[in-house]
C-alpha cells in the first residue's frame, strides 16, 4: 500500500482541527453561549429567548424562555412576529366563540377591542343596560377585562347638566362595589367599566325607613355579596382567579 505523503498528515490532521473548531464554534454560539434576552427588540428576537409579556399590562419583550413560561402569559403567537408574520385578530376569535350567544340578547349592539385604563380590554355595546346578559359573560376573555358600554342610558345626564334632586328622594348614590350609599343625589355619571360585585348590585334598592334613607334588607344581596367577599378574600394577590371566582357567584339570582 503507498503511503501518503508526510506534509498530507498534516493537511488532514489540520483539517479535522479546523471542522472541530468550526463545528464547536457553531454549538458554542447556538447552545452554550449566555445571551442577553433583553438587550433585543421583539423584531431581532434569539432563537434561545422567547417573546412575551411579563405581566397582563406589559408590553411584549424578548425575554428568557423559562422566565415566559414562569410568568404565566405566554402565548406561541408572539413568535409570528419572528417571521414578521401578522398576528391573528383577537377580536375574530372572541366574536366567533361569543357573538351567537350575544346576538340572543337585544340589548346586545357589537363587540371592539379597545382600551380601558391603560391596559386592553373588550368592550360589549349595549342598546340598553341588560343584567341578564351581563351574567352569562365571563370577567375576563384571553386575560383581556370584559366591559360594557351602554349607549344613551336613560336616566344618565351629562355633568354639568343635572337637574335639582326631587324632594325625598332615596336612591343609591354611587355606581359600583359592594357598598351601597344611598341619598337624595342620583349618580351624574356611572363609567361601564364591571368592578369586583357589581353583578350583586342589581339586588340592591334604598329605602326610606323611620325617617331615614337606608339600605333596604336583601336576602338576595347578602348571599351575593358573601359570595363575592369569599372570592376576594381567598384571591387577594391573584386578580383573574378572583374574578373567574366571582363568576360562580352569578348564579345567585
Same mark, same amino acid.
Request: proline fraction near 7%.
Given at each position: 500500500?503507498?503511503?501518503?505523503?508526510?506534509?498530507?498528515?498534516?493537511?488532514?490532521?489540520?483539517?479535522?482541527?479546523?471542522?472541530?473548531?468550526?463545528?464547536?464554534?457553531?454549538?458554542?454560539?447556538?447552545?452554550?453561549?449566555?445571551?442577553?434576552?433583553?438587550?433585543?427588540?421583539?423584531?431581532?428576537?434569539?432563537?434561545?429567548?422567547?417573546?412575551?409579556?411579563?405581566?397582563?399590562?406589559?408590553?411584549?419583550?424578548?425575554?428568557?424562555?423559562?422566565?415566559?413560561?414562569?410568568?404565566?402569559?405566554?402565548?406561541?403567537?408572539?413568535?409570528?412576529?419572528?417571521?414578521?408574520?401578522?398576528? *391573528?385578530?383577537?377580536?375574530? &376569535?372572541?366574536? /366567533?366563540? #361569543? !357573538?351567537?350567544?350575544?346576538?340572543?340578547?337585544?340589548?346586545?349592539?357589537?363587540?371592539?377591542?379597545?382600551?380601558?385604563?391603560?391596559?386592553?380590554?373588550?368592550?360589549?355595546?349595549?342598546?340598553?343596560?341588560?343584567?341578564?346578559?351581563?351574567?352569562?359573560?365571563?370577567?375576563?376573555?384571553?386575560?383581556?377585562?370584559?366591559?360594557?358600554?351602554?349607549?344613551?342610558?336613560?336616566?344618565?345626564?351629562?355633568?354639568?347638566?343635572?337637574?335639582?334632586?326631587?324632594?325625598?328622594?332615596?336612591?343609591?348614590?354611587?355606581?359600583?362595589?359592594?357598598?351601597?350609599?344611598?341619598? *337624595?343625589?342620583?349618580?351624574? &355619571?356611572?363609567? /361601564?367599566? #364591571? !368592578?369586583?360585585?357589581?353583578?350583586?348590585?342589581?339586588?340592591?334598592?334604598?329605602?326610606?325607613?323611620?325617617?331615614?334613607?337606608?339600605?333596604?334588607?336583601?336576602?338576595?344581596?347578602?348571599?351575593?355579596?358573601?359570595?363575592?367577599?369569599?372570592?376576594?378574600?381567598?384571591?387577594?394577590?391573584?386578580?383573574?382567579?378572583?374574578?373567574?371566582?366571582?363568576?360562580?357567584?352569578?348564579?345567585?339570582?
Amino acid at each position: 500500500m503507498k503511503k501518503l505523503p508526510k506534509g498530507l498528515y498534516s493537511v488532514i490532521f489540520l483539517t479535522v482541527v479546523l471542522i472541530s473548531v468550526l463545528i464547536y464554534g457553531f454549538y458554542y454560539e447556538n447552545y452554550l453561549k449566555p445571551v442577553d434576552c433583553g438587550s433585543h427588540s421583539i423584531n431581532d428576537c434569539p432563537a434561545r429567548c422567547a417573546i412575551c409579556q411579563s405581566c397582563r399590562n406589559c408590553k411584549l419583550a424578548c425575554r428568557p424562555i423559562q422566565d415566559c413560561k414562569d410568568s404565566g402569559f405566554y402565548d406561541e403567537k408572539f413568535e409570528q412576529i419572528r417571521t414578521h408574520q401578522p398576528l *391573528p385578530d383577537p377580536i375574530v &376569535a372572541i366574536k /366567533e366563540a #361569543y !357573538e351567537p350567544a350575544l346576538k340572543q340578547y337585544p340589548a346586545y349592539d357589537h363587540m371592539v377591542i379597545g382600551e380601558c385604563e391603560n391596559t386592553m380590554c373588550v368592550q360589549i355595546y349595549l342598546k340598553e343596560n341588560s343584567p341578564d346578559l351581563k351574567s352569562k359573560m365571563p370577567a375576563f376573555i384571553d386575560q383581556m377585562k370584559v366591559v360594557y358600554i351602554v349607549r344613551d342610558r336613560p336616566g344618565i345626564k351629562e355633568a354639568g347638566t343635572e337637574e335639582p334632586d326631587e324632594p325625598g328622594l332615596c336612591v343609591i348614590e354611587d355606581c359600583h362595589g359592594l357598598d351601597i350609599v344611598c341619598g *337624595p343625589k342620583k349618580p351624574d &355619571a356611572c363609567t /361601564e367599566i #364591571y !368592578e369586583l360585585g357589581d353583578y350583586c348590585r342589581q339586588f340592591a334598592k334604598c329605602a326610606v325607613v323611620d325617617g331615614k334613607c337606608q339600605p333596604e334588607q336583601s336576602k338576595l344581596f347578602d348571599e351575593c355579596k358573601a359570595c363575592v367577599e369569599k372570592c376576594e378574600n381567598d384571591f387577594a394577590q391573584e386578580s383573574e382567579k378572583m374574578f373567574s371566582c366571582e363568576n360562580n357567584c352569578r348564579q345567585i339570582r
